[in-house]
């Protein structure tokens, strides 16, 4: 029995020295380049997709995302710097990716071909302020790919665009300054005795004060023509004195 507490307690020593050493440094994986900044994964600059004799044209894209970006869409809270790319069929796109804000952020495009982007994605990732640089190769097809952060809520808060290539086979909704949703967000009333009775309220209000002004228009006067009598009397006996 002590001996197998002993183990036990060795075992832990060892897993937690391992944790210790992985700590701060960058993991390499096949698709994946991960470090404590961000990560980047199915980066390709040289594979071509197999509708492509060659690359067409090199890109270079620079892309902030932050709430920054967002201040021009109303009602949003994060976006890109750029809600829209249209390139050629087998252009090689070099992005650089920004990330202005102190919260995590993502730039994944998604729907590219499998056997060169595992589950269609190309994805990179930044886990505060900070710039990654990746490169990607896009097949032929005229085709409209989606590029969003898919943290919760990112999206749906503005982080959203597209990447058209050869102009694209549609346009994608609810891209900030770009497109309409599909559905458009209402903000109904819950209409409660209680709403009722505010509003009622506050159009009475709002009728009651003009008409009391309007009402006792020469009494106002009266008053006003009071004080000033009295503030100019009391401004010529400070003078002499
Ligand atoms: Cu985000």
Not at 54 to 71: C, M, N, P, R, Y
Not at 176 to 197: E, F, M
Request: glycine share 6%; net charge neutral; aromatic share 6%.
């Amino acid at each position: 029995m002590k001996a197998f507490i002993i183990s036990l307690i060795l075992l832990g020593t060892t897993t937690a020295s391992l944790a210790t050493t992985n700590d701060g440094m960058s993991m390499n994986m096949d698709s994946m380049t991960m470090d404590e900044k961000g990560m980047i994964m199915n980066a390709n600059s040289d594979r071509l997709p197999r509708d492509c004799q060659k690359i067409s044209e090199t890109i270079d894209i620079t892309v902030h995302a932050g709430q920054e970006q967002a201040l021009k869409f109303v009602g949003k809270m994060y976006a890109f710097s750029q809600q829209e790319w249209d390139v050629k069929p087998c252009a090689k796109l070099n992005i650089t990716f920004i990330n202005d804000d102190q919260i995590r952020h993502q730039f994944m495009i998604h729907g590219l071909p499998g056997y060169l982007y595992p589950e269609g994605m190309f994805h990179l990732e930044l886990n505060g302020q900070g710039q990654l640089q990746a490169s990607l190769i896009v097949p032929s097809q005229k085709k409209t790919y989606l590029v969003h952060c898919e943290l919760p809520q990112h999206m749906e808060k503005g982080m959203k665009a597209q990447l058209k290539v050869d102009g694209g086979d549609v346009d994608l909704p609810s891209i900030p300054g770009l497109t309409q949703p599909v559905k458009a967000d209402i903000y109904p009333v819950d209409w409660t005795q209680l709403t009722l009775a505010v509003l009622l309220l506050s159009i009475l209000l709002g009728l009651a004060i003009p008409f009391f002004i309007i009402i006792n228009a020469t009494r106002l006067s009266e008053l006003a023509q009071t004080l000033k009598i009295k503030l100019t009397s009391k401004l010529k006996r400070n003078s002499s004195d």
